[in-house]
């Protein structure tokens, strides 16, 4: 069962039109108990891909402020190995980054063969809020969805596995999220007042994301809109479609497994072989 819209590449779409909010039917507890099950067998599926070698993941996280980037990293990866994960968080660009080209800080970042790298925001946030704030002109960011959709094609000609989450919340849901968070003292420090600036250009950002998810979701790297409104949905849905993706590669993963543990197999038995032959004087 599927639980995100996947964005088919260029067939226009509204975000308004698609649903927040869990479908009805689906029964919290039942939820979380797929839920755990699911990123269970997504640590599982880590292991594999960290001991064969063969394939990277990379994991692309945007949404709005509170959509829940962090608790989704939390929550969707807690059974993968720290070892095989990497989390890079892209913020204000510095300086020196500025004086790149914008895919310079996030090209280094992408993951190595075997590795799971989450991208927490990304090089998205260039045609995001930089179009929103016009912190460079049109003619620069709109011709920036050919280079992102090369950069990744090179990613994934290389055996990277690239996988995009929109964390999709309604204004609604946001606004009660920064409200409660005035209310738990254990939670305020998260608070800016630059979230409520920024929920002021709420429209721009929508069409923003529109276009980028439009222009940018492809067959090798597809944009998901995960309904986000309740936490314990988003990290069902989530899970489900890193699993599904993933499960493609298991057969051949665990064959390269094959063949390692018996090469490993014969060389240890090679090496009592030798060990049991008396030394010759
Ligand atoms: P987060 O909201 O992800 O938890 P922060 O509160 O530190 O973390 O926000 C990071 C900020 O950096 C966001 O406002 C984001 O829009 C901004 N940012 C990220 N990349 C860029 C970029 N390329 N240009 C301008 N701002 C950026």
Redesign the pocket.
């Known amino acids: 069962m599927k639980y995100v819209h996947v964005v088919e590449p260029g067939k226009k779409f509204k975000l308004n039109k698609i649903s927040s909010e869990a479908p009805k039917g689906v029964v919290r507890e039942e939820a979380e108990a797929s839920f755990v099950a699911l990123a269970s067998e997504l640590g599982e599926i880590q292991e594999e891909l960290y001991a064969a070698g063969k394939h990277s993941v990379l994991i692309i996280l945007q949404g709005m ?1 509170t959509s829940g ?2 608790g989704a990293i939390r929550n969707v990866l807690r059974e993968v190995s720290p070892q095989g994960l990497r989390v890079e ?5 510095t300086e020196e980054e500025l004086a790149h080209d ?1 895919l310079w800080r996030v090209h280094r970042h992408a993951p190595r063969k075997g590795m799971l790298t989450v991208f ?2 990304s090089h998205y ?2 045609v ?3 179009r929103v ?1 016009k ?1 460079v002109g049109k003619k620069s960011w709109s011709r920036r969805y050919d280079q992102i959709n090369e950069f990744e094609e090179l990613l994934s000609e290389n055996g990277t596995i690239i996988l995009k989450f929109f964390l999709h919340i309604s204004k609604q849901e946001q606004e009660q999220r920064l409200l409660a968070r005035e209310q738990d003292m254990a939670k305020a420090w998260k608070l ?1 007042a ?1 979230d409520w600036q ?1 929920r002021e250009h709420w429209d721009d950002y929508a069409e923003a994301y529109e276009d980028a998810l439009l222009n940018c979701s492809t067959d090798a790297a597809p944009w998901h809109v995960v309904p986000a409104d309740q936490k314990w949905f988003r990290n069902l849905a989530m899970t489900e479609a890193i699993v599904d993706r993933l499960q493609n590669y298991r057969k051949d993963w665990k064959k390269t497994l094959q063949r390692m543990s018996q090469e490993r197999l014969a060389e240890l038995a090679a090496f009592r072989e030798q060990a049991s032959q008396p030394s010759a004087v």
Do not use: A, C, M, Q
């Open positions: 402020d980037k962090d968080s892209f913020k204000v660009p914008f927490n925001r946030e260039d995001l809020v930089v704030h912190l800016s630059g920024e």
